[in-house]
């Protein structure tokens, strides 16, 4: 298994971590609790929160120099 298969494995359980954790806790507790409805109130007190968030997506989503590759590894 490479470093990168190992990487893509982690980023798709976390998403699938965080996901059943939002159901869970809207089936128990109701949509005050979701996920999205704490990061709302937390960015409506700290700004920061969304402006971080956009730096993070900028960087993620709309590099200047193009997409981010290994090294002349052939893993793609």
């Given at each position: 298994?490479?470093?990168k298969t190992v990487t893509q494995l982690f980023?798709?359980?976390t998403c699938l971590i965080w996901?059943?954790?939002d159901v869970l806790v809207y089936l128990k507790w109701g949509?005050?609790?979701t996920i999205s409805a704490v990061i709302w109130r937390w960015s409506w007190h700290c700004p920061g929160?969304?402006?971080f968030a956009g730096i993070l997506c900028g960087?993620?989503?709309f590099q200047i120099e193009?997409?981010?590759?290994?090294?002349?590894?052939?893993?793609t």
């Open positions: 298994m490479t470093k980023i798709l359980l996901v059943v954790w949509t005050p609790t929160i969304p402006f960087h993620l989503f193009g997409p981010t590759a290994l090294p002349n590894q052939g893993n």
